[in-house]
Nanobody, 124 residues
Framework: VQLQASGGGLVQAGGSLKLSCVAS????????MGWFRQAPGKEREFVAC????????AYADAVKGRATISRDNAKNTVSLQMNSLKPEDTAVYYC??????????????????WGQGTLVTVSS
């Protein structure tokens, strides 16, 4: 599976941005899909994930209430809508495909395929 993320850019604090990730291959629906981010000088962290059919989602506390993850298995895409952006949301955002069951969904080792990342910069 190859993942291609897009949608990053420069946005003012309080603004919104929608990140998208397109996957190649015919097994997209067999993976949990997640978004992670890495801010300058910090470790990569979990942002959100969505189950195979899209019924179940999970969010990091830092983005809960401001982010919405969705997927379209017919189009092999997963999206992350981010609202009320804050300067601390500035990071490179990565989409990733996770194998196995729903347990430990925020654990990076679960994710076997990663996109190249898209930079989100939030100005104050």
């Amino acid at each position: 599976v190859q993942l291609q993320a897009s949608g990053g850019g420069l946005v003012q604090a309080g603004g919104s941005l929608k990140l998208s990730c397109v996957a190649s291959g015919r097994t997209f629906s067999s993976y949990i899909m997640g978004w992670f981010r890495q801010a300058p000088g910090k470790e990569r962290e979990f942002v959100a994930c969505i189950s195979w059919g899209g019924r179940t989602t999970a969010y990091a506390d830092a983005v809960k209430g401001r982010a919405t993850i969705s997927r379209d298995n017919a189009k092999n895409t997963v999206s992350l809508q981010m609202n009320s952006l804050k300067p601390e949301d500035t990071a490179v955002y990565y989409c990733a495909a996770g194998a196995g069951d729903w347990s430990k969904y925020s654990d990076q080792v679960k994710y076997v395929y990663w996109g190249q990342g898209t930079l989100v910069t939030v100005s104050s």
